[in-house]
């Protein structure tokens, strides 16, 4: 059926001739992807000078022979770096376990799976760097693009997109617009969707983020403070102290009659609780 | 009304240092199980608990174990902490709270199995949680729960916590021992299952965090006590992670066969106020939905499964009536398309596919055949692969174009009217309708 279209796409305008809506939108979607928000393509990323950046995510070069396992004379690797490998290469019966904490370890140090990055830790961990490659480019947490030292990861899976977790980060994108110190990126969900919507800033779990804290959020990242101390995830209590129970500290059982809103859905006793958090500790 | 099991005194500052967990009772279990009983008599205690695991699929863990088999050779206990679940946090907060008993659990579960080296593969977003776990561990080595001859009862067991870099596909068991052998995680054929070739070749038992920090209270009360919690088919209690549209969201630990109702709105305050729940996932985004009628369901892994859906990781999305099912559905579908690891063609195509598809239903350009494809496609992917990431999305996908055909076609129409040629601002303007205009 698409081939049919496109061949008629070739033929010269019908002038005159009313073409149904659907099927002009068809013809049009052809040449990209439908929906509110294609895929944006992808530019090459170039340094100032003008030349590309190299990424590993990048077609193979048929041109160039295999990479070997780097040696170690002409590889220099940073002693800090190679002890904390060797460190993790201990820890497994197999070394190869130790690729993604390997990997973790170089981009910590690099800021990204650099070249260079790949081939010390493939140099410490004697392994090819095509390996290596083939495992970071499976990992979203593991960066084969230059990108920003300030990870800022918006969850904006289900719970957290029904709490408004798409306006944030377009908030967040707009506030860091044109820092290149920033990676904000929408994140699969980070498992914290009781303080939806929530952010991960380098690793620290802030929730639930609202449009006006962005400023202030942005602003302590920049600085190197706790990203909003009184909403860290680490202070939220496990049970919520608004939550009907019959007995505090109990829970319901199977036999209980559930006297909640049985004829009236939507009406749940008594007030909603907001979460109580304890008084922020001061750090620093 | 019983007593919390695992929530028990979550809350107590300083919980995850040994101090407060051996003042509280840590640890006793473990001196019970490795001093006064042989592995066999745990197991035993394991299989009359009737414990399901509580990671998502819900196979008797006693069984699991079972399975290892008895050879004098290298076996090994991984515990799956890749939580990627969407919904799902259940985890994060044991971990977090309560370290010390999942590593009671690990090591009176590795005694069980015969394993005597032991992995906890946690997801790599948990920076807090896993050097909690870290600190955890040296602590339990300093005070001899954890190494050579664990309170000088001859059982070995090394743990090491394992961070994963980002993959839903490593909450798989298989992908996630592929992750944790250091390779891309994609899943493996099964069989031959974990229990006999899994890590390293060798047996290993896999299990959610959840079960294996249920052990201890199954060794200090008893499996048959344990049976007796819950119904007779789901024994115990689970942490409930809901989630979504509801006024109190947040981890609830809750006896098996609970109504629904009392869970999303007795303990999570129900949707916000003048809204009615439209559908529920009631076990993370990967169950069927169910509908605004299906609340009074027990909530427990039978029913659930008997009412066309599933209780999987105990995580319960609430949805309400404000929410259009198309961008949940879209959500949805972006996700598992993004974490397909791309080995299987049905997943990895399906997935693809219908993300193209809803963005056209959403766009207007669809028409209610679409949505007939849109079903067939789903049907296509569910058994058809090595692991259950495509099932995962064709199920929810499945089940909201089967209960809410009405709403997507109305969504379709609607979109089509708003949106005659398929964008706000068509560029450039197609020349026939200027010839027609024209004429």
Redesign the interface.
């Known amino acids: 059926m698409i081939g049919r279209r496109k061949r008629r796409a070739k033929e010269p305008a019908r002038d005159a001739v009313v073409v149904p809506a659907v099927e002009r939108a068809s013809e049009e979607t052809l040449a990209r992807p439908p929906g509110p928000d294609p895929i944006p393509q992808r530019s090459v990323p170039r340094f100032g000078h003008g030349s590309r950046v190299p990424g590993w995510d990048d077609a193979v070069d048929l041109t160039k022979d295999p990479s070997q396992i780097p040696d170690p004379a002409t590889t220099p690797v940073d002693p800090e770096l190679r002890a904390e490998i060797e460190a993790h290469m201990a820890k497994y019966p197999d070394f190869r376990s130790a690729a993604i904490p390997a990997l973790a370890a170089a981009q910590r140090h690099h800021g990204w799976c650099s070249p260079e990055a790949i081939e010390q830790a493939a140099c410490v961990m004697r392994l090819t760097p095509g390996y290596l490659v083939s495992v970071a480019s499976f990992y979203d947490m593991l960066e084969t693009r230059p990108v920003g030292r300030h990870a800022v990861y918006v969850c904006t899976n289900i719970s957290c997109s029904l709490c408004g977790a798409d306006a944030l980060i377009e908030r967040i994108r707009e506030e860091t617009a044109g820092d290149p110190d920033f990676n904000v990126r929408a994140f699969e969900c980070l498992g914290a969707c009781d303080i939806a919507p929530m952010v991960s800033v380098e690793g620290v779990y802030v929730g639930p983020v609202g449009l006006d804290e962005v400023p202030t959020l942005v602003r302590q990242v920049k600085e190197g403070s706790p990203p909003l101390p009184d909403k860290q995830l680490r202070l939220r209590k496990s049970t919520d102290p608004g939550a009907a129970r019959a007995v505090p500290g109990t829970m319901p059982t199977a036999g209980t009659p559930h006297p909640y809103g049985g004829e009236m859905p939507g009406q749940a006793p008594g007030p909603p609780a907001a979460i109580e958090y304890p008084p922020p500790e001061v750090e620093q | 009304?019983?007593?919390?099991i695992l929530?028990a005194g979550?809350?107590e500052p300083d919980l995850n240092t040994i101090e407060v967990y051996t003042r509280r009772g840590g640890y006793e279990m473990l001196r019970k199980a490795l001093t006064t009983m042989t592995p066999e008599e745990v197991l035993d205690e394991l299989q009359a608990s009737g414990l399901r695991g509580r990671g998502g699929a819900g196979f008797p863990t006693g069984k699991k174990i079972s399975f290892i088999p008895a050879a004098q050779i290298?076996k090994y206990l991984v515990c799956n902490a890749d939580?990627?679940?969407?919904?799902?946090?259940k985890?994060?907060?044991l971990m977090?709270?309560s370290p010390h008993l999942l590593i009671e659990g690990i090591v009176i579960g590795a005694y069980a199995a015969g394993a005597n080296?032991s992995f906890i593969y946690i997801?790599?977003?948990?920076?807090?949680q896993a050097d909690i776990l870290d600190a955890a561990l040296l602590e339990a080595e300093a005070a001899g729960y954890l190494g050579e001859s664990i309170l000088g009862s001859g059982f070995n067991l090394s743990l090491?916590v394992?961070?994963?870099?980002?993959?839903?596909i490593c909450g798989e068991e298989t992908g996630l021992l592929d992750?944790?052998?250091?390779?891309?995680?994609n899943p493996r054929l099964k069989p031959p299952f974990p229990a006999n070739q899994g890590l390293?070749q060798g047996p290993t038992l896999i299990n959610n965090v959840e079960t294996l920090t249920t052990i201890p209270h199954i060794i200090r009360i008893g499996g048959a006590e344990y049976a007796k919690i819950?119904?007779e088919s789901s024994a115990g209690?689970k942490l409930v992670?809901v989630?979504?549209?509801v006024?109190?969201?947040?981890?609830?630990?809750?006896?098996?066969?609970?109504?629904s109702?009392?869970?999303i709105?007795?303990?999570?305050?129900?949707?916000p106020?003048?809204?009615?729940?439209k559908f529920w996932?009631p076990g993370g985004?990967s169950a069927p939905v169910l509908l605004?009628s299906d609340?009074?369901l027990?909530y427990?892994f039978n029913t659930l499964a008997e009412a066309g859906s599933m209780l999987g990781s105990g995580?319960i999305?609430v949805?309400d009536d404000s929410?259009p099912v198309v961008?949940?559905a879209l959500?949805?579908a972006k996700?598992y398309k993004?974490?397909s690891?791309g080995k299987c063609t049905p997943c990895r195509e399906g997935t693809r596919w219908t993300v193209?598809m809803l963005?056209?239903v959403?766009?207007?350009?669809a028409?209610p055949m679409d949505l007939d494809i849109m079903a067939s496609v789903q049907d296509r992917i569910i058994g058809n692969c090595l692991c259950v990431l495509g099932d995962a999305m064709a199920m929810p996908i499945g089940s909201m174009v089967a209960k809410f055909r009405d709403e997507f076609e109305a969504h379709i129409e609607a979109a089509?009217a708003r949106n005659?040629?398929?964008?706000?601002a068509?560029e450039p303007p197609?020349?026939?309708?200027q010839?027609?205009v024209?004429?």
């Open positions: 009304m019983t007593d919390p929530f979550i809350d290298d939580e990627s679940e969407p919904g799902t946090f985890d994060r907060e977090q709270k080296r997801r790599g977003e948990y920076v807090e090491v394992h961070r994963g870099a980002g993959a839903y992750s944790l052998e250091g390779k891309r995680g390293y819950g119904t209690t992670s989630s979504g549209n006024q109190r969201p947040g981890n609830y630990e809750v006896e098996l066969g609970t109504p109702r009392d869970i709105y007795g303990l999570a305050g129900g949707p106020e003048g809204r009615r729940v996932f985004s605004e609340l009074d027990p427990d995580a999305i949805v929410v961008d949940v959500k949805l996700f993004h974490e690891c193209s963005e056209r959403d766009a207007g350009l028409t089509r005659p040629f398929g964008d706000e068509p197609p020349p026939l309708v010839g027609a024209g004429a």
